[in-house]
């Protein structure tokens, strides 16, 4: 099974790029995610890895992400590689986003004010002016 699950903040906002055969849009950012545990007096670390959305998602990420942000990505972990002009052989490891979601609170994720299905990169129907997305502190959390 190939799955991953990230929540960190972006790093920058979102590039656009399209694909040279068939012209489909693609979306490219990295996201910071905070390792979990820390050791006394030791700086909090993150890791930062590469995303990518394509088409209807990859539209949506690259309207509604800025930079800061925090933001919920599924997907699954690719990896490729490919020879440069001078034959030096390049690798490369990212997330091939599935499923993208805002994740930060209602205080600090005030820029945009609608509620969002990112899963599609669409607005629901009956999408009211207000922000109903809010991260619960139950325990009912898988994670």
């Known amino acids: 099974m190939n799955k991953v699950i990230l929540m960190g903040r972006l790093t920058r906002d979102p590039e656009v790029r399209y694909t040279q055969t068939n ?3 693609v979306a490219s950012f990295s996201l910071a995610v ?3 545990f820390v050791r ?3 700086e909090r670390q993150a ?3 590469n995303i ?3 088409s209807k998602l990859g ?3 690259s309207k509604y992400f800025k930079k800061g942000q925090q933001v919920g990505v599924i997907g699954r972990l690719q990896t490729r590689s490919w ?5 030096q052989k390049h690798y490369v490891t990212e997330v091939v986003a599935e499923e993208a979601y805002f994740a930060d609170s209602k205080r600090e994720g005030e820029a945009g004010g609608a509620n969002f299905d990112a899963t599609f990169g669409t607005m629901p129907a009956t999408a009211n002016t207000g922000s109903d997305f809010e991260i ?3 325990d009912d959390l898988p994670f």
């Open 23 to 25: 012209n489909t849009l």
């Open 34 to 36: 905070n390792r979990r």
């Open 40 to 42: 006394p007096g030791e």
């Open 47 to 49: 890791d930062f890895i």
């Open 52 to 54: 990518v959305a394509w």
């Open 59 to 61: 539209e949506f990420c």
């Open 83 to 87: 020879d440069d002009e001078q034959g």
């Open 136 to 138: 619960s502190s139950g």
